[in-house]
Structures are given as C-alpha cells and as structure tokens.
C-alpha cells in the first residue's frame, strides 16, 4: 500500500550550532523532491549518534581541546559564528539532521530507474565526486551538508541509498542503526585489516560504534576485549566480547594485559581517546595497528614517537567511507554474524529528551528515532 507524497512534512530543524535549544521540531517543513540522479526516501527510523551531536555543539572546531562530555553537548561550546564548524566546509542553517537512515524510496529523478520505488534502503551517509576513485575525499555528510533523516522524507544522491534485501530479518529501528554506527565500525576494521587471530581491544564497547566492533571483530574470529563501565558487562559479553574491562579500573591497561597472559595486543579500535590512549598503546605488538574514529574521553592525547616508530605501529584515522564498507557490514547482517543493538526507540517530536538520555551513556548500542509515520509502521 503507497500513500500519496505530501507537501509538507514533520522534521527537526538544526537552527545554529550550539545547545538543545537549537533544535525545532516543526510540522510545516517543505518535502524535498529528487533531483535529476536522486532518490526521495521516506524515512522509517533514523539513528541518533555522536557524530550529530557532535556537529550541532560545535564539538569538531579544534578551538574546542575537551571531549564530549554531556554537559558541552547539550550547551554547546560556544562554536556559533559562520565558517568555524570544521567539517572542511561549514554548515548552512536551518539544517535537517540525521545520518543513521533507513527507508523506502518514494520516488526517483531523471535518470534513476524508477523501478527502484519500493526498495528498503539505509543511506551511505558520504558523498562522494564521481571523479573519486579512492573514496577518501567526501563532498558531504548527510545531516551536516546535506539535509538527513530527522525528518519523513530525505533526498539523497541514487547511489548513496543502499538496497537491503527484503528477507533481511531486522525492523526499521535496527536497520537505522547500521549507516553512521554500524558503517564507522566495518570502516575502521575494514581500514586497520581486521583479520582472524587478531587481539583486538575495543574501547567504548558499549556504544552504538562499540557494540558493532565488537561482533565485527568477533565474527571475524578475533580475540575481543571490550572496554566499558561495569554496570554493562554482561551485555556487552552477550554481544561476543571475550574479556570486559572495566574502564574505571584503577590500571585498566593493566587489566587487560592480564586478560591477554600477557600477549600483546594487534589491534585497538578507539572511539574514546583522552587520557587511556598511552597506556593502551603500550600494549600493541611490533607492527600493531591502532584506528581511531572518535575521541569522546578527549582529543588531546600523548604519543611518544618512539613508541610508533621503533614498534612499526601503524595508524589510521576512519571517517570516510570504503565502498565496501556497507556491503560488507550487509553481508554479515544477512548470515546473522552480527545483531544492531538498539537501546530504544522514540518518537522523533521527543529528540531532546532522547540526546539527553544518549549523553548520559546508561544505554547499550544505540538510540532510534521514528517520524510520524504515513504508511506501515516501524
């Protein structure tokens, strides 16, 4: 059943950088339509995730030296003034938000075949110039340059809206959270050259990117010691974690160089950064490799060079996609290696409430949004 495509829509509008307060919910917001080689999808469900939070605070200005503690996120840091949010180029406001999607396309452009009406899709949330070959420079990021899924409808370039398969046993809510969390994850592994045998150490476990490296990395038949507070151990065990660290252990570096026998890590997959980024670098093996796509503890960290040169460590930074980075992670979904973890799921009119609750860090895996919906229900 198709219900016809309204003219206007529910959507959150991001109206500056800063606090809560920047965000409008608002039932009166045009619905955008496909340009020539584009896609409308109606949003089912859309991920909430640090990178969204990061970007309405004005978290990724390097002016700002602290993590992403909750109090800053809901404020702001006072990063308001144009061309000062450091995403390469800066933000038009008011700006649609969202860059965990997943929905169903409802109409194409020219030159999109419009059998693809009716696909279940998640968009690839980069944007890419078809000149780039190597997929490391992005045109865009939906949410920031692009207006995203915080809303019932979403336009987005054809090949940024990835198929899922219909037989693909998991709701809107999970699958909105594969994009931004679940994509971050496969990419740092798919970059680092997760392979079996590997010990892994994954920090901020619990998250919405923590909770995906871990079955990533389970499923790829690594060894997996996980990093989160006590309270969630057995949750993050339940999602393939071999060891849990207690991140507020006195000597958690220490605690995980007794999980291991004392045999050296091969991988770190860091989402935290901040002061515990030293010590676990100590415990990389010659020829380590540590990747990072967060810093959620703190940006500001300490690096003794000769620790990455006389140990042959190599590093690696993850933000833009792979183009095998969605398909992979769909791959796995589709055999049941790994599970979205969703924490819970809200009502899109409630988004402050749920980032306040996401900022707190008392969830497991991620946070889901669902727009008012126009046909089946999430």
Same mark, same amino acid.
């Given at each position: 059943?198709?219900?016809?495509?309204?003219?206007?829509?529910?959507?959150?509008?991001?109206?500056?950088?800063?606090?809560?307060?920047?965000?409008?919910?608002?039932?009166?917001?045009?619905?955008?339509?496909?340009?020539?080689?584009?896609?409308?999808?109606?949003?089912?469900?859309?991920?909430?995730?640090?990178?969204?939070?990061?970007?309405?605070?004005?978290?990724?200005?390097?002016?700002?030296?602290?993590?992403?503690?909750?109090?800053?996120?809901?404020?702001?840091?006072?990063?308001?003034?144009?061309?000062?949010?450091?995403?390469?180029?800066?933000?038009?406001?008011?700006?649609?938000?969202?860059?965990?999607?997943?929905?169903?396309?409802?109409?194409?452009?020219?030159?999109?075949?419009?059998?693809?009406?009716?696909?279940?899709?998640?968009?690839?949330?980069?944007?890419?110039?078809?000149?780039?070959?190597?997929?490391?420079?992005?045109?865009?990021?939906?949410?920031?340059?692009?207006?995203?899924?915080?809303?019932?409808?979403?336009?987005?370039?054809?090949?940024?809206?990835?198929?899922?398969?219909?037989?693909?046993?998991?709701?809107?809510?999970?699958?909105?959270?594969?994009?931004?969390?679940?994509?971050?994850?496969?990419?740092?592994? *798919?970059? !680092?050259? &997760?392979?079996?045998?590997? /010990?892994?150490? %994954?920090?901020? #476990?619990?998250?919405? @990117?923590?909770?995906?490296?871990?079955?990533?990395?389970?499923?790829?038949?690594?060894?997996?010691?996980?990093?989160?507070?006590?309270?969630?151990?057995?949750?993050?065990?339940?999602?393939?974690?071999?060891?849990?660290?207690?991140?507020?252990?006195?000597?958690?570096?220490?605690?995980?160089?007794?999980?291991?026998?004392?045999?050296?890590?091969?991988?770190?997959?860091?989402?935290?950064?901040?002061?515990?980024?030293?010590?676990?670098?100590?415990?990389?093996?010659?020829?380590?490799?540590?990747?990072?796509?967060?810093?959620?503890?703190?940006?500001?960290?300490?690096?003794?060079?000769?620790?990455?040169?006389?140990?042959?460590?190599?590093?690696?930074?993850?933000?833009?996609?792979?183009?095998?980075? *969605?398909? !992979?992670? &769909?791959?796995?979904?589709? /055999?049941?290696? %790994?599970?979205? #973890?969703?924490?819970? @799921?809200?009502?899109?009119?409630?988004?402050?409430?749920?980032?306040?609750?996401?900022?707190?860090?008392?969830?497991?895996?991620?946070?889901?949004?669902?727009?008012?919906?126009?046909?089946?229900?999430?």
């Amino acid at each position: 059943m198709t219900h016809p495509i309204p003219t206007h829509m529910a959507a959150v509008l991001l109206t500056g950088y800063g606090g809560l307060d920047k965000l409008q919910y608002r039932e009166d917001v045009p619905v955008p339509r496909p340009a020539p080689g584009e896609v409308l999808i109606q949003v089912r469900a859309a991920g909430i995730n640090n990178t969204d939070i990061n970007t309405r605070s004005g978290w990724y200005n390097q002016a700002v030296k602290t993590g992403t503690e909750a109090e800053g996120a809901q404020s702001g840091f006072a990063v308001e003034h144009a061309d000062s949010g450091d995403w390469g180029s800066d933000i038009r406001f008011p700006r649609i938000q969202g860059a965990d999607v997943a929905g169903t396309i409802v109409a194409v452009g020219t030159g999109v075949d419009a059998q693809r009406i009716g696909e279940r899709v998640i968009c690839d949330p980069y944007f890419h110039a078809q000149e780039d070959t190597t997929s490391l420079e992005s045109t865009g990021f939906l949410g920031a340059h692009r207006d995203g899924g915080f809303a019932q409808f979403t336009v987005v370039p054809a090949g940024n809206a990835i198929t899922v398969a219909h037989d693909l046993p998991l709701t809107d809510a999970q699958l909105a959270t594969v994009p931004c969390s679940g994509g971050t994850a496969m990419n740092m592994m *798919l970059m !680092a050259g &997760l392979c079996a045998g590997d /010990r892994v150490l %994954v920090t901020g #476990a619990s998250g919405g @990117v923590g909770s995906f490296l871990v079955q990533i990395a389970r499923a790829s038949g690594a060894t997996v010691i996980a990093i989160c507070g006590a309270s969630k151990r057995e949750a993050v065990l339940a999602l393939g974690a071999h060891h849990v660290v207690d991140r507020a252990a006195s000597d958690p570096a220490g605690a995980v160089r007794a999980c291991l026998g004392d045999a050296p890590l091969t991988l770190i997959a860091d989402v935290v950064g901040g002061d515990a980024f030293t010590p676990y670098l100590e415990l990389l093996a010659t020829g380590g490799r540590y990747v990072t796509a967060g810093a959620i503890a703190g940006p500001m960290v300490t690096l003794d060079l000769r620790t990455l040169y006389l140990k042959s460590l190599s590093f690696f930074g993850s933000s833009v996609y792979r183009r095998d980075a *969605l398909p !992979a992670l &769909l791959a796995l979904l589709q /055999r049941g290696a %790994v599970l979205p #973890a969703v924490a819970d @799921v809200r009502p899109l009119a409630d988004i402050c409430q749920a980032q306040r609750e996401f900022l707190d860090k008392q969830h497991i895996g991620s946070k889901v949004l669902l727009p008012p919906s126009l046909a089946r229900p999430a």
